[in-house]
């Protein structure tokens, strides 16, 4: 497997600055990138496949354009040749603008440049914090991919809430499976940190909660909820507050991102229901957590079904999915298949008005007279994320919700 062999050649003390570093030959294919300064390498290796240079903007820029090359050639092991000065900001900055898919090997060299000798500081908390802004302003003058930030809103919680789910168009992600407006990041997807944060900025500029807090719950596949304020767990797959000035949220891409609201208490809920959470009842315990911690009434409640994959798109091994047909039989509509369809929608329509949530206030694909915000998420390439169309490198979108406040 050919991997990127990142060649620092950026003056440490300013022009005249001399020293580049060596390259040695390796039998391993590579594609060179140069980050240039005012000297060129020697000879380059024999197994070179290609040689991109990097010769302009900052090196925020540089190093952001050096990652899409990357991201087009495929690569995700990368070997760098830079100076004891150089190697710590690089590595920041490869911490804001990569994952852990990607690989990276420092090889440092000594500068033989006079003015450079001696032992090689260590970055401040302020450069540290300057760099950190670098990159926030770079990515907040990228334009907007797929077109501007959409996104998909019920009429059932009442004025004294904001909430929406997501689509995926008017951000900066560009892999294709995660453009353009992917709002989760992970150690094994290509979309960095500071990406998917500018991302969530423009989500909250355009649904009107930025700068307020986004939390999102962290995803285990189950039904435990987490009541914000108190001592948050490793993981949890709904949270419920009643305070304001916090934006809650759940993250789905075939997976269900459900919002709950109590008009009359002033609470509100979020959870992400994939097919294990839908089984394990985490739309109920919600509600139920709703009405244990801030005495909500069941009948009080209102959802709102996000954007998910269809029974037209989702199937499950055999016994999997009689799981779903025991929860009503229209949940599964071949059960006699090797591979069934099944309905995760309305299996949690089923479950929730069993648990005395009131059919007319649960919004969901099952309606007619309103304007569906749950859409099946492998059906609409052009407007959602999807993991079961995608594969593993894909996207993401949010239900959101915050109780307003009085200003």
């Known amino acids: 497997m050919p991997e990127a062999v990142l060649v620092d050649l950026v003056p440490v ?7 580049a570093p060596p390259l040695e030959d390796r039998a391993s294919p590579c594609h060179v990138f140069l980050l240039c300064g ?4 020697g000879a380059l290796p024999s197994s070179c496949l290609s040689v991109h240079v ?32 150089r190697r710590e900001q690089l590595v920041l900055l490869q911490q804001q603008l990569f994952t852990a898919a990607y690989t990276f090997h420092y090889r440092v060299h000594e500068h033989t440049c006079p003015r450079c000798a001696g032992p090689a500081p260590s970055l401040s908390p302020a450069e540290g914090a300057g760099l950190e802004q670098q990159v926030s302003g770079f990515l907040q003058q990228l334009p907007a991919l797929r077109g501007p930030v ?17 689509t995926r168009s008017g951000g900066i992600s560009y892999i294709p499976t995660l453009s353009s407006l992917n709002l989760f990041h992970s150690r094994r997807r290509r979309d960095p940190p500071a990406v998917v944060q500018e991302n969530r900025r423009r989500l909250g500029l355009h649904a009107g909660f930025h700068p307020q807090p986004l939390r999102l719950v962290k995803v285990d596949h189950g039904s435990h ?3 914000v304020g108190r001592a948050e767990p490793e993981s949890y797959d709904a949270m419920v507050t009643d305070q304001t000035g916090v934006v809650i949220a759940a993250p789905g891409a075939d997976c269900m991102p459900i919002l709950f609201a109590d008009p009359v208490s002033k609470v509100i809920g979020a959870a992400h ?9 985490v739309a109920m315990a919600t509600v139920g957590t709703m009405v244990k911690e801030f005495g909500c009434r069941v009948s009080d409640i209102v959802v709102a079904v996000g954007p998910a994959v269809g029974g037209c798109c989702f199937t499950l091994d055999r016994e999997q999915a009689l799981d779903f047909y025991r929860v009503h039989q229209d949940c599964v509509p071949d059960p006699e298949s090797t591979r069934p369809h099944v309905n995760i929608r309305l299996a949690n329509r089923v479950l929730l008005q069993r648990g ?35 594969g593993l490198n894909f996207g ?10 009085t200003d």
């Open 13 to 19: 003390c300013g022009p005249g600055c001399s020293g």
């Open 38 to 41: 005012d000297h060129l390498p």
């Open 54 to 85: 990097l010769a302009s903007g900052c090196a925020v820029e540089r190093l952001y354009r050096f990652k899409q090359g990357l991201d087009r050639l495929g690569l995700s092991s990368v070997r760098v040749l830079t100076t004891p000065r």
């Open 150 to 166: 959409g996104s998909c809103r019920s009429l059932r919680p009442s004025d004294c809430f904001g909430h929406g789910f997501s």
């Open 225 to 227: 909820v987490w009541v």
């Open 273 to 281: 229901a994939g097919w294990k959470g839908t089984l394990m009842g």
């Open 356 to 390: 005395g949530v009131l059919p007319e206030h649960i919004h969901d694909d099952t309606e007619t007279e309103r304007s569906s915000v749950t859409p099946c998420t492998s059906c609409h390439p052009e407007d959602f994320f999807s993991h079961t169309r995608d």
């Open 396 to 405: 993401t979108q949010l239900g959101f919700m915050w109780i307003r406040g």
